[in-house]
């Protein structure tokens, strides 16, 4: 379980997705063939650059066991 007290922006999301990928004891080759997600992309979304899409996020999230929640700001 990843829980950030600091606001939510891609370089807490890209880490929290390291920290489950590591946790789970997969590579990140390993994420890209489960996500259907390009290596680049994967690498990119774990080092919080890039602009990737919407849904290869959510699919590498699912992958990982991990789910996006929206909440109102404080």
């Known amino acids: ?4 007290d600091a606001q939510m922006d891609k370089k807490n999301l890209g880490s929290a997705i390291r920290q489950r990928r590591k946790m789970l004891k997969i590579n990140q080759r390993m994420v890209s063939d489960l996500s259907q997600v390009s290596i680049n992309t994967v690498t ?7 602009n990737p899409r919407l849904d290869s996020v959510l699919a590498v999230a699912e992958t990982l066991g991990l789910q996006l929640d929206i909440k109102l700001k404080d």
């Open 1 to 4: 379980y990843c829980d950030f």
């Open 44 to 50: 990119a979304i774990e080092n919080g650059v890039g």
